[in-house]
């Protein structure tokens, strides 16, 4: 027999691949497993209804799947491989395949690799992550370990727990190139402590486990899943890379701004949200300044500009950068925001099946009334559909007062549980709700009609 599991190993095009595939060789994961001498055959279970078909011929070495993985071969042709060297003398047999055999065999092989393209893939590779995908799949096997026995000792132990256990571990993380979870894991120590504190504890380890199952089955997600969850955990695009990809030219509305302090006092954030007058897109400029510096850039939330934005690749992209833009003094022509409270909640939805890891989405809506009810600030809809408010800082307050009881357009950022109020858009004139120096109300959008 020609088939050893060296062999197998040799064909894998990662070990994320090959690990996967060790977990389907199981004869419990297979529907059925035959062979008629020449072609080896089988049907893998799926977590869903489906099962995967693949074939191989065990004499020229080709193999199919019906599976959409990108890699080739994929996860079930290598279990399948596994199963036939392991249990040589268990595979049924059988004179002649189903006819799904042969159909599948005339299919278009998935990717027959030659050597130069699998060098060139690997040199890719290696350019662009070096050794870092398999340090970081050593931190991720032992944060998902580490967050069950969280779960396991109870959320009432967390308490008790001093600042140096979550450092540690969050240092781990850093080491294994996990900067994302490291940071998500370092704010654990603040949470416990805050009102709502543990349900807070517990959203954050879920999202952190979903990452950690979603990396371990990277090679079968799309590529802009497989995007978004290595930025999540740490691995960010370069300009120069980002760049490269195609744009969206449009006029561009500086629509709200935020700034905050990083872990470190001496880093500051600032986040500025623009929305596309022809695309109706928003998009998320992410500035950050060290020390006493200022900003590269200065955006005056209510002036607009025109230029090409470049997204950075994900499930469900906001991040942008300027490839060029130049100043516009044309009135703003863009849309008015969502219509009402539940447009915009079926929206979000859309977006969090999209990327279950947003923190921060941008919510435009039209014709809203702030109210006070119950000791809490809303802002309710013509259907008297209402959003909370977020009770952090003044900005709430001076919706409040912009508004005068008056219905109008507001613009924040939505957290899943409450809207942080960043502009208000008056008579056409776009005013900042925060406290930013740099912030100036425009008037960019002057003569149009809300």
């Not at 662009?128 to 050593?138: C, K, P, S, T, Y």
């Not at 001093?162 to 571990?169: A, C, N, Q, R, T």
């Not at 408010?389 to 008056?406: C, H, M, P």
């Amino acid at each position: 027999m020609a088939w050893t599991h060296q062999k197998i190993t040799s064909l894998a095009p990662n070990s994320l691949v090959l690990e996967k595939a060790e977990s389907l060789s199981s004869p419990r994961r297979w529907a059925s497993i035959n062979s008629n001498g020449g072609l080896l055959w089988g049907e893998c279970k799926s977590s869903g209804e489906r099962n995967y078909r693949t074939v191989i011929s065990l004499g020229d070495d080709s193999f199919r799947c019906d599976c959409n993985s990108r890699y080739h071969p994929c996860r079930h042709i290598l279990a399948l491989l596994i199963c036939f060297v392991k249990r040589y003398d268990k595979i049924g047999l059988a004179e002649f395949p189903p006819a799904w055999v042969q159909q599948l065999l005339k299919e278009p092989s998935g990717a027959a690799i030659s050597a130069e393209e699998k060098a060139r893939r690997e040199a890719e590779r290696s350019h662009r992550f070096g050794q870092r995908l398999e340090l970081m799949e050593l931190g991720v096997r032992e944060m998902e370990e580490w967050l069950l026995d969280l779960i396991r000792h109870g959320l009432s132990a967390i308490e008790e727990q001093p600042p140096s256990f979550w450092d540690s571990f969050s240092a781990r993380m850093v080491d294994a190139k996990l900067g994302g979870a490291a940071r998500r894991i370092r704010n654990f120590k603040t949470l416990a402590g805050k009102e709502n504190g543990f349900e807070a504890l517990l959203e954050e380890m879920a999202a952190l486990y979903l990452l950690a199952q979603g990396f371990k089955q990277l090679e079968s997600l799309p590529e802009t899943m497989q995007e978004e969850i290595l930025s999540q955990l740490g691995v960010n695009r370069k300009k120069e890379a980002v760049l490269g990809q195609a744009g969206t030219p449009d006029t561009w509305l500086a629509i709200g701004q935020a700034e905050g302090e990083g872990e470190d006092d001496n880093l500051r954030y600032r986040r500025t949200w623009l929305l596309g007058e022809k695309s109706s897109r928003l998009a998320l400029l992410l500035d950050f300044s060290w020390g006493r510096q200022g900003y590269d850039t200065q955006w005056v939330v209510g002036s607009s500009v025109q230029g090409e934005l470049v997204f950075y690749p994900g499930a469900y992209p906001l991040r942008a950068i300027f490839r060029k833009h130049q100043p516009s003094s044309a009135p703003f022509k863009g849309k008015s925001g969502y219509a009402t409270i539940d447009d915009f909640a079926q929206a979000y939805a859309q977006a969090l099946a999209a990327n279950p890891w947003l923190q921060a989405f941008p919510c435009l809506l039209a014709e809203v009334l702030p109210v006070q009810e119950d000791g809490q600030l809303w802002l309710a809809d013509n259907a008297n559909k209402k959003i909370l408010l977020s009770s952090e800082g003044f900005a709430r307050w001076n919706l409040l007062a912009i508004s005068g009881g008056r219905p109008l357009t507001a613009f924040g950022e939505w957290d899943g549980k409450a809207l942080l109020p960043l502009s208000a858009i008056v008579e056409g004139r776009v005013a900042p709700l925060v406290n930013n120096p740099e912030a100036e109300a425009g008037n960019a959008m002057k003569g149009r009609k809300d």
